[in-house]
Every structure is written in structure tokens, then in C-alpha cells.
């Protein structure tokens, strides 16, 4: 049977005093910058010099920074650009600056399943996948709901990998709808968006 996550299974008390660099801000980025932001939790945005979406980002009224200075700072960087962008941002930018009792978190699993991604053992390493596009995401959060996600873990090198990955769920609002635990290898190879709704209804 599923094991499915709401919001009385994650600890907000867990990203406490942690700052969170979400590189990346297209339409997954932005929702999710937002709603760590108004979850009052640390949080900036990495770009590289120059993105169109640095100035929107400011307009937003989030920090941004260049991606390596955000990953340097971060306990948790979220990696969300584009998949095929995901080993040339993470080797040049942020790979240097995991180290030991950091976590890195995808929301797509391909590239650390297929070896793109090789963090170092000491780095805790989960993916959330919200089951939505970040318009509907932000939308529902404003509201006070949220859209269901996926959580997996890969690396757990802390022995709290799942509940930063749950804190990180909750603070986005994906533990008000559900959160269903799997695997990257699931998550990678089945067609997702075609059965959420049979678990999140």
C-alpha cells in the first residue's frame, strides 16, 4: 500500500534557521520561491548574471544571486532548471559547494538516476515533484490548500533526508494535499500525471 504524507508527518521545526537556494526561476521556481517565502522560510534564488528572470525575481521581493554564491550559503539547494541543464549548472555551480550534512533536491529524478548527478556521499540527496504547474501551485497555496507531490530519497547520508524532504513539502503546501512516497527509478520510468489523481483525490 502507499505510504502517503500530510501535514501532521512533517516538522517545519526541521528548516529552521536553514537557508534554502532554489536555483532556477521558470514557472516551478517562482511558485516555489514564493511559497517558502510566505511559509517564513530563508530563501534565495540563483541565476546566472544576466537571466531575464533576475530582474522579475526582484520585482518578486526575493534575493537572488548568482548560482554559486546561492548554493555556497544554502543548507538545501533545489535544483529547478531545466532537466538538460541539470549537470552543466550543478557541476559549474553547486557540486563545489555540497558539503557534509547538506541536502540537494530535485523535482525530477532523471538526472541523479541516470548518473548525471553524482553528489558526494556526505550529501543527503531527496527529490519533491509537485503534481502541477507552478501557476497552479502558487493559486492553490494563496488559497490556503496545495497540490499533491511525490517525495523519494536517494542518498540519505544524515539520517534525516525524508524529513527535510517533508519540511521542504510542507513549506511549498504539497503536505496539504498529499505527499506519496517512491522512488526515483518510479518516478523516472511511470507516466505520473496519468495517476496522481487516483492517490490525491
Given at each position: 500500500?502507499?505510504?502517503?504524507?500530510?501535514?501532521?508527518?512533517?516538522?517545519?521545526?526541521?528548516?529552521?534557521?536553514?537557508?534554502?537556494?532554489?536555483?532556477?526561476?521558470?514557472?516551478q521556481?517562482?511558485?516555489?520561491?514564493?511559497?517558502?517565502?510566505?511559509?517564513?522560510?530563508?530563501?534565495?534564488?540563483?541565476?546566472?548574471?544576466?537571466?531575464?528572470?533576475?530582474t522579475?525575481?526582484?520585482v518578486?521581493?526575493?534575493?537572488?544571486?548568482?548560482?554559486?554564491?546561492?548554493?555556497r550559503?544554502a543548507?538545501?539547494?533545489?535544483?529547478?532548471?531545466?532537466?538538460?541543464?541539470?549537470?552543466?549548472?550543478?557541476?559549474?555551480?553547486?557540486?563545489?559547494h555540497?558539503?557534509?550534512?547538506?541536502?540537494?533536491?530535485v523535482?525530477?529524478?532523471?538526472?541523479v538516476?541516470?548518473?548525471?548527478?553524482?553528489?558526494?556521499?556526505?550529501?543527503?540527496?531527496?527529490m519533491?515533484?509537485?503534481?502541477?504547474?507552478?501557476?497552479r501551485?502558487?493559486?492553490?497555496?494563496?488559497e490556503?490548500?496545495?497540490?499533491?507531490?511525490?517525495?523519494?530519497?536517494?542518498?540519505?547520508?544524515?539520517?534525516?533526508a525524508e524529513?527535510?524532504?517533508?519540511?521542504?513539502?510542507q513549506?511549498?503546501g504539497?503536505?496539504?494535499?498529499?505527499?506519496?512516497r517512491?522512488?526515483?527509478?518510479?518516478?523516472v520510468?511511470?507516466?505520473?500525471?496519468?495517476?496522481t489523481?487516483s492517490?490525491?483525490?
Amino acid at each position: 500500500m502507499a505510504t502517503i504524507y500530510g501535514d501532521t508527518h512533517a516538522d517545519p521545526g526541521v528548516l529552521r534557521g536553514k537557508t534554502i537556494a532554489v536555483i532556477g526561476y521558470g514557472s516551478q521556481g517562482q511558485a516555489q520561491a514564493l511559497n517558502l517565502r510566505d511559509s517564513g522560510v530563508p530563501v534565495v534564488v540563483g541565476l546566472r548574471s544576466g537571466s531575464a528572470a533576475w530582474t522579475r525575481a526582484e520585482v518578486d521581493g526575493v534575493e537572488v544571486r548568482e548560482i554559486s554564491d546561492a548554493a555556497r550559503y544554502a543548507d538545501l539547494v533545489v535544483l529547478l532548471v531545466p532537466d538538460e541543464q541539470h549537470r552543466a549548472v550543478y557541476e559549474r555551480g553547486i557540486g563545489p559547494h555540497l558539503g557534509r550534512g547538506r541536502t540537494l533536491l530535485v523535482a525530477h529524478g532523471s538526472s541523479v538516476h541516470t548518473g548525471q548527478l553524482r553528489p558526494a556521499a556526505e550529501v543527503d540527496v531527496a527529490m519533491v515533484v509537485p503534481c502541477a504547474p507552478g501557476e497552479r501551485m502558487r493559486a492553490l497555496f494563496r488559497e490556503g490548500r496545495g497540490v499533491p507531490a511525490l517525495l523519494a530519497i536517494h542518498q540519505d547520508a544524515t539520517g534525516r533526508a525524508e524529513a527535510t524532504a517533508l519540511a521542504y513539502a510542507q513549506a511549498i503546501g504539497c503536505t496539504r494535499a498529499g505527499v506519496r512516497r517512491t522512488t526515483f527509478a518510479e518516478e523516472v520510468e511511470t507516466d505520473w500525471p496519468s495517476v496522481t489523481h487516483s492517490w490525491a483525490s
